[in-house]
C-alpha cells in the first residue's frame, strides 16, 4: 500500500532558526494536508495543498507541493518555543487521511 | 461551538477484554473517521462512517469494529484485546465536501 514517509524524524533547532520537513510519498498524492501535535494534544489542521507546484504561507510557515504530486514540505522561518510539536503530513484520498511519520520539532531557547 | 468529544479519556484493560470508544462529533458533521496512533506504527486510519454506513475500513483486524448512530456519534469496539493495542485513538469529524479533520483529545488505551 502507499507509504509517506517523513525527514527527518527529528530535529532540534536553536530559537530563531529555521526548519523544514520533507514529506515523501510512494505514491501519487491527491491532496497533501499538514498537521501540528503538540505533545499530548492531537492533531490540528494547519493548511490542505491541492493542486501541483502549490504554494501556500501562514505567517512564518510555508508550505509545499511537489511538480509531480510525489513530495511537499514545510518550512518555517525563525522558529519560536511555541512550534515545539511532531508535523504530520497526510495525502487525503477517498475520505481517509494517511499520515505520513512526522517529524518532531524540538525548540531549545 | 464545542469540539470533538471522546470518552472515556483514559482505559486501561486486561488482554482479553473487549473495549467500547465513544466519539461525538462537532455539531453537524456527519463523517467521523477513526485512527490509532502509536510510537512504532504511527498514525494509521482504522474506519469511517457517514449516515450511519461505513465508507472505508484500514487494514485492521475484524477485532476491531464501529459504528455511527443517527445523531452522528460514533463507537468502536475492539475485542479480545492485546497488548498491541495499546495506544492513542483519535476520532476526527468533518462536513460533507470537506476536507479538513478536526481531532478530539482522544482515548488513550492501555492493555495490561
Known amino acids: 500500500g502507499q507509504q509517506v514517509m517523513q525527514i527527518p524524524q527529528y530535529q532540534h533547532v536553536q530559537e530563531g532558526e529555521d526548519f523544514t520537513t520533507y514529506c515523501n510519498s510512494s505514491?501519487?498524492?491527491?491532496?497533501i494536508q499538514w498537521y501540528k501535535q503538540r505533545p499530548g494534544g492531537h492533531p490540528v489542521f494547519l493548511i490542505q495543498?491541492?493542486?501541483?507546484?502549490e504554494v501556500k504561507k501562514q505567517k512564518r510557515l510555508t508550505f509545499q507541493f511537489g511538480e509531480a504530486k510525489k513530495n511537499s514540505s514545510l518550512h518555517i522561518t525563525a522558529t519560536q518555543t511555541t512550534d515545539v510539536g511532531t508535523y504530520f503530513c497526510?495525502?487525503?484520498?477517498?475520505?481517509?487521511?494517511?499520515f505520513g511519520t512526522g517529524t518532531r520539532l524540538q525548540v531549545f531557547p | 461551538k464545542a469540539g470533538v468529544t471522546q470518552t472515556p479519556r483514559y482505559l486501561i484493560k486486561t488482554r482479553g477484554q473487549q473495549v467500547t470508544l465513544s466519539c461525538s462529533p462537532i455539531?453537524?458533521?456527519?463523517?467521523v473517521s477513526w485512527y490509532q496512533q502509536t510510537p512504532g506504527q504511527g498514525l494509521q486510519f482504522l474506519f469511517e462512517?457517514?449516515?450511519?454506513?461505513?465508507?472505508n475500513k484500514g487494514n485492521f483486524p475484524g477485532r476491531f469494529s464501529g459504528r455511527q448512530f443517527s445523531n452522528s456519534r460514533s463507537e468502536m469496539n475492539v475485542s479480545t484485546l492485546e497488548l498491541g493495542d495499546s495506544a492513542l485513538y483519535l476520532c476526527?469529524?468533518?462536513?460533507?465536501?470537506?476536507?479538513?479533520?478536526?481531532f478530539g483529545q482522544g482515548t488513550r488505551l492501555t492493555v495490561v
Open positions: 462512517y457517514f449516515s450511519e454506513t461505513q465508507r
Open positions: 497526510a495525502d487525503y484520498n477517498t475520505d481517509k487521511l494517511i
Open positions: 455539531s453537524g458533521h456527519r463523517s
Open positions: 495543498l491541492v493542486k501541483s507546484g
Open positions: 505514491t501519487t498524492l491527491s491532496n
Open positions: 476526527a469529524s468533518s462536513l460533507v465536501g470537506e476536507t479538513e479533520a478536526f
